[in-house]
C-alpha cells in the first residue's frame, strides 16, 4: 500500500517544480521580448510573498497557471530536450544550485525574510505586479541571493537586456524559481531523484499534467 504522507509530499514537489520550471520558462520569454502571461506571473509571485506556509496550496494557489512548467517538466524528463531547451536547463541548473546554499545560510534567509515582509507591507498600497514591487523582488535577489553562488548567465536579445525594466523582471522571476526550488527540497525533493527515481518523478508530472488537462 502506497504511503500517504509520501504521495502528499510527491505531489507538493511536483508542484513545486513545475513553478521552478514556470519560472526559468519565463525567464527565458522575457529575455527574448515574448509577452508573460499575466496570471502565471502574479502565481509565482504571490510564491514569493508566501514566507510562512502551511501547505503548498499556500504558496501557489493556482496550480493551473504552472502548466507551462508542468509540461517543460514533462518533456525534459522524457529526453525530449532541444537545443533551445538547453538554456532553460541551464537556468534551472543554476537556480537549484543557488537555493541549495541559500537553505544552508541562516542568515541570508533571515535577510531575505525581511526584505520580503517589507515588500508585504508595500503591497497595500501597490499591486502585485507594479513595477517598484517587481524592482523590490530584483534588489532582494540582487543583493541576498545572487552573492551566494555563481551568477546565473541569462541569454537574449542584448537589447533588451539592456533596458531596466526587463532585468528587474529577469530578477524577480530568478527569485521566484529559488522560492521554487527551496519549496521543492523542503518538500523532500533532491537533484539526485532525476537520475535514481527518474521514472517516478516522470510518472507524477504525467500525473499532474493529465489533471491540469482535465480540469
Same mark, same amino acid.
Request: one cysteine or more; proline letters at 2%.
Given at each position: 500500500? $502506497?504511503?500517504?504522507?509520501?504521495?502528499? /509530499?510527491?505531489?507538493?514537489?511536483?508542484?513545486? +517544480?513545475?513553478?521552478? #520550471?514556470? /519560472?526559468?520558462?519565463?525567464?527565458?520569454?522575457?529575455?527574448?521580448?515574448?509577452?508573460?502571461?499575466?496570471?502565471?506571473?502574479? #502565481?509565482?509571485?504571490?510564491? &514569493?510573498?508566501?514566507?510562512?506556509?502551511?501547505?503548498?496550496?499556500?504558496?501557489?494557489?493556482?496550480?493551473? $497557471?504552472?502548466?507551462?512548467?508542468?509540461?517543460? &517538466? *514533462?518533456?525534459?524528463?522524457?529526453?525530449?530536450?532541444?537545443? =533551445?531547451?538547453?538554456? &532553460?536547463?541551464?537556468?534551472?541548473?543554476?537556480?537549484?544550485?543557488?537555493?541549495?546554499?541559500?537553505?544552508?545560510?541562516? !542568515?541570508?534567509?533571515?535577510?531575505?525574510?525581511?526584505?520580503?515582509?517589507?515588500?508585504?507591507?508595500?503591497? $497595500?498600497? %501597490?499591486?502585485?505586479?507594479?513595477? /517598484?514591487?517587481?524592482?523590490? %523582488?530584483?534588489? #532582494?535577489?540582487?543583493?541576498?541571493? !545572487?552573492?551566494?553562488?555563481?551568477?546565473?548567465?541569462?541569454?537574449?536579445?542584448?537589447? +533588451?537586456? =539592456?533596458?531596466?525594466?526587463?532585468?528587474?523582471? &529577469?530578477?524577480?522571476?530568478?527569485? /521566484?524559481?529559488?522560492?521554487?526550488?527551496?519549496?521543492?527540497? *523542503?518538500?523532500?525533493?533532491?537533484?539526485?531523484?532525476?537520475? %535514481?527515481?527518474?521514472?517516478?518523478? +516522470?510518472?507524477?508530472?504525467?500525473?499532474?499534467?493529465?489533471?491540469?488537462?482535465?480540469?
Amino acid at each position: 500500500m $502506497t504511503d500517504k504522507t509520501s504521495m502528499t /509530499s510527491r505531489r507538493s514537489q511536483t508542484i513545486a +517544480l513545475s513553478a521552478m #520550471c514556470q /519560472s526559468a520558462l519565463m525567464i527565458q520569454h522575457v529575455s527574448k521580448g515574448t509577452i508573460l502571461d499575466k496570471d502565471s506571473l502574479m #502565481c509565482l509571485f504571490n510564491g &514569493v510573498i508566501a514566507t510562512d506556509p502551511q501547505s503548498v496550496f499556500d504558496v501557489y494557489s493556482s496550480i493551473e $497557471t504552472l502548466a507551462d512548467g508542468a509540461k517543460l &517538466v *514533462q518533456h525534459q524528463l522524457s529526453g525530449n530536450a532541444t537545443k =533551445k531547451d538547453v538554456e &532553460v536547463t541551464r537556468y534551472l541548473a543554476g537556480i537549484m544550485s543557488i537555493s541549495k546554499k541559500l537553505l544552508k545560510n541562516p !542568515s541570508a534567509l533571515g535577510g531575505l525574510k525581511e526584505k520580503l515582509d517589507e515588500v508585504q507591507r508595500r503591497l $497595500t498600497h %501597490f499591486e502585485l505586479d507594479d513595477p /517598484s514591487i517587481i524592482q523590490n %523582488f530584483a534588489d #532582494c535577489y540582487s543583493e541576498i541571493i !545572487s552573492p551566494l553562488g555563481q551568477k546565473i548567465q541569462v541569454i537574449g536579445n542584448p537589447a +533588451l537586456l =539592456k533596458q531596466t525594466s526587463v532585468q528587474h523582471k &529577469v530578477r524577480a522571476l530568478l527569485l /521566484s524559481g529559488v522560492r521554487a526550488a527551496v519549496l521543492w527540497r *523542503q518538500m523532500g525533493g533532491k537533484r539526485r531523484d532525476f537520475i %535514481f527515481n527518474r521514472k517516478t518523478v +516522470l510518472q507524477d508530472v504525467i500525473s499532474f499534467n493529465q489533471e491540469l488537462t482535465s480540469n
